[in-house]
């Protein structure tokens, strides 16, 4: 073969070859994580961040993350797992009191929002982003006067966006030196609507609770879904009558 023609030939084979490597598709991953210290804000419900607290909803974050980051547990169902025992531990520990509903209801929450989170991002921080109210809740509680007795009446309302809520209620009235006054109540409220409950049974007279003679204690007991066939939830708010302020105050809830 001819000097030339032998190198007709080279060029030729290397055009072909940079014209198959330039049609070859090319993979771009751009990470919503590639900067130091990204973060990505998780938004739990305001009734998980009531039931389990926010240090424990966060610990679950830091133990999946920490757990994929080492690469040592990337399935779905470890991950869950994972998480719902930390934030639980964290939460008994800071003195929550939680059901087996309660528990169920955050490891569906970890399982469906959380871990697919994780998995596609797994180099980010995960921060909690608590919300400030929950779908339902009690606004107020307050005495109302009844001639010569005392009625304690509880404001529910629904502040959730775009559905009616079936709302089960519980009351329980403690007197001091009386049996409890239980009472219970149903009721549907739609978005932005509100309503006051109150147990007619527990009234009492105007003389014993206002002047501070005897210490009045309401517990409030909502039970609500927030879809068709999901898990209900279940949480209680304890509030105290002050006879100095003639206001009813929330205690910490646990």
Not at 194 to 215: C, E, L
Request: net charge positive.
């Amino acid at each position: 073969m001819k000097p030339g023609r032998c190198l007709c030939v080279v060029s030729s084979l290397f055009f072909l070859a940079f014209i198959q490597a330039c049609s070859q598709p090319q993979q771009v991953i751009n990470s919503p994580c590639a900067a130091r210290d990204a973060t990505i804000q998780v938004k739990p419900s305001a009734d998980l961040s009531r039931m389990f607290g926010n240090d424990a909803i966060q610990t679950a974050l830091d133990t999946m993350t920490r757990h994929v980051g080492q690469n040592k547990i990337t399935s779905t169902t470890e991950l869950t797992r994972l998480g719902t025992d930390a934030a639980v531990r964290t939460a008994e520990a800071n003195g929550k009191n939680l059901t087996p509903q309660d528990k169920a209801m955050l490891e569906a929450y970890i399982r469906e929002d959380v871990v697919p989170t994780i998995k596609l991002s797994p180099t980010c921080v995960l921060k909690l982003f608590a919300s400030s109210k929950a779908d339902i809740s009690i606004e107020d509680v307050y005495l109302e006067n009844i001639g010569d007795k005392q009625i304690a009446k509880v404001k529910i309302a629904n502040t959730g966006q775009g559905k009616a809520r079936f709302i089960y209620v519980v009351l329980q009235n403690i007197i001091e030196g009386m049996n409890p006054l239980s009472g219970q109540t149903e009721m549907v409220l739609g978005p932005g609507q509100w309503r006051n409950v109150s147990n007619p049974q527990a009234t009492f007279p105007m003389s014993d609770i206002g002047s501070g003679k005897k210490k009045l204690i309401v517990v409030v007991q909502l039970i609500y879904a927030k879809e068709a066939g999901s898990q209900p939830v279940v949480y209680q708010e304890e509030w105290k009558y002050d006879p100095l302020s003639q206001t009813f105050k929330q205690s910490p809830i646990k």
